[in-house]
């Protein structure tokens, strides 16, 4: 995660970032809950997208067909199913 997405996400969730100052300020619970949800969600969803890509690393540059289809789509349909999952963290 790189600094900007790490201020960005700061800004939303209210805080403003004072990058002059040499002294840790005190921010109240509720502003820290908020920044670490979105610290989830953006990991969360890093994740999810990691997975979405590795189940297509390894396919068959040609249409597939018979067995070796089944196993194009079975990989596919992990990641899917792990990408859901991961996503799905964040809804409980």
């Given at each position: 995660m790189t600094q900007d997405e790490i201020m960005k996400m700061a800004h939303k969730a209210g805080l403003h970032i004072a990058t002059d100052v040499n002294w840790m300020p005190i921010i109240s619970l509720g502003y820290a809950e908020r920044f670490a949800k979105l610290v989830a969600?953006?990991?969360?969803?890093?994740?999810?997208?990691?997975?979405?890509?590795?189940?297509?690393?390894?396919?068959?540059?040609?249409?597939?067909?018979?067995?070796?289809?089944?196993?194009?789509?079975?990989?596919?349909?992990?990641?899917?199913?792990?990408?859901?999952?991961?996503?799905?963290?964040?809804?409980?």
């Open positions: 969600q953006h990991e969360r969803e890093a994740c999810a997208v990691a997975a979405e890509k590795e189940s297509l690393r390894g396919l068959p540059e040609e249409q597939p067909e018979g067995e070796e289809l089944l196993r194009a789509c079975a990989q596919i349909a992990g990641g899917v199913l792990i990408a859901d999952a991961i996503r799905a963290r964040g809804q409980a």
